[in-house]
């Protein structure tokens, strides 16, 4: 019931690129490519942007990592699916860059982060339909 998943991340001048893209590849098959693209700051600070997009069977193993969220953050993202729910039914989250890069999946806290989002698939594309879809995924029940 996911259409596709989208994570970016922004590499900031001062962190190391490759440890960015550690981050991402905790959530994406290797084969998977990671697309960058070079922007500039509010400042003219240089920044990296990183993104890439899951599809078909890609997609149920991200889910399964983001289910391996500890309790209490799993508690909280399944109580907030419906503020997370766009009118486009997408799904928004934003998981910690730090704690990816140390192989733990987790919340963000702060602005620097990995955003992810989960295109939800329903038909006919109502809101309230793609929020119980993602209830159902973050529950025990499987309904990729």
């Given amino acids: 019931m996911?259409?596709?998943i989208t994570l970016g991340a922004f590499v900031h001048a001062t962190e190391d690129p490759s440890?960015?893209?550690?981050a991402l590849r905790l959530f994406i098959p290797e084969d998977c490519k990671i697309n960058m693209s070079k922007t500039e700051g509010h400042f003219g600070n240089p920044i990296t942007v990183f993104t890439t997009k899951l599809e078909?069977?890609?997609c149920k193993p991200f889910i399964k990592i983001l289910k391996s969220l500890p309790a209490a953050e799993l508690s909280k993202?399944?109580?907030e699916v419906e503020q997370r729910v766009d009118d486009n039914c997408n799904f928004h989250v934003r998981l910690d860059k730090q704690s990816a890069y140390n192989g733990l999946v987790r919340l963000a806290q702060a602005e620097d982060a990995i955003d992810i989002?989960?295109?939800v698939k329903t038909y006919p594309s109502k809101r309230d339909s793609a929020i119980k879809v993602m209830e159902d995924l973050l529950s025990d029940a499987q309904v990729l």
Avoid at 19 to 22: A, D, K, L, Q, T
């Fill in 77 to 79: 993202l399944k109580g």
């Fill in 56 to 58: 078909k069977r890609a």
């Fill in 2 to 4: 996911i259409h596709y």
């Fill in 19 to 22: 440890r960015v893209e550690s």
């Fill in 117 to 119: 989002k989960i295109k």
